[in-house]
């Protein structure tokens, strides 16, 4: 499976963003999908993640209560969509995605062990 995430930009504190992650192949469905980001400076960390049967979401304690993630089997993309942003949530971010026993189940989030797929990130850039 290859994946694009975009839907990054510049955006003000407190404003909002939708980040769409689109993948390719017709089996979509198979792969837990998680979205991970890095700051400058810092490690790669888990932001969400959707199972591959849609039925399990799961967020970082940095973006809980403020994200949501969603998937859309027909189009093969999964959006996460994130509001009252903060500055520290400046960050490239990449989705990944795997079919294997635990990539696919999220089971390994937040940490990123369990993705082998990976695409090329997108930058959100918060101003304060």
């Known amino acids: 499976v290859q994946l694009q995430a975009s839907g990054g930009g510049l955006v003000t504190a407190g404003g909002s963003l939708r980040l769409s992650c689109a993948a390719s192949?017709?089996?979509?469905?198979?792969?837990?999908i998680g979205w991970f980001r890095q700051a400058p400076g810092k490690e790669r960390d888990g932001v969400s993640c959707?199972?591959?049967?849609?039925?399990?979401?799961y967020y970082g304690n940095a973006v809980k209560g403020r994200s949501t993630i969603s998937r859309d089997d027909y189009k093969n993309t999964v959006t996460l969509q994130m509001s009252n942003l903060e500055p520290e949530d400046t960050a490239v971010y990449y989705c990944?995605?795997?079919?294997?026993?635990?990539?696919?189940?999220?089971?390994?989030?937040?940490?990123?062990?369990?993705?082998?797929?990976w695409g090329k990130g997108t930058l959100v850039t918060v101003s304060s």
């Open positions: 990944a995605a795997d079919d294997g026993v635990l990539g696919r189940g999220c089971s390994t989030f937040p940490r990123d062990s369990a993705m082998k797929h």
């Open positions: 192949g017709r089996t979509f469905s198979r792969y837990g």
């Open positions: 959707v199972s591959h049967s849609g039925m399990s979401t």
